[in-house]
């Protein structure tokens, strides 16, 4: 079995990758690195008056579509 070189794949490739090799462990453990590696965002506190806005404004900037097509979403 030859050696996959994880380090040289994008964080895309790896995951993809994993998806289509889910039995690969070794796999796992080198997307998960690279996933705990990265800064993580406090986006808010659950003691914050604008808990519920900060969350639903998070969301909507992660996905793409709204992002891309400036397509809103109404959240009550």
């Known amino acids: ?16 990758y994993f998806l289509q090799h889910r039995d690969d462990k070794m796999a796992l453990r080198a997307y998960l690195d690279r996933l705990n590696k990265r800064p993580r965002e406090i986006i808010t506190t659950v003691d914050d008056p604008d808990f519920d806005a900060k969350i639903q404004a998070a969301i909507l900037r992660k996905m793409p579509a709204a992002n891309n097509h400036g397509e809103g979403f109404d959240v009550e």
């Open 1 to 16: 079995m030859s050696q996959i070189n994880y380090t040289a794949m994008s964080d895309e490739e790896l995951r993809r």
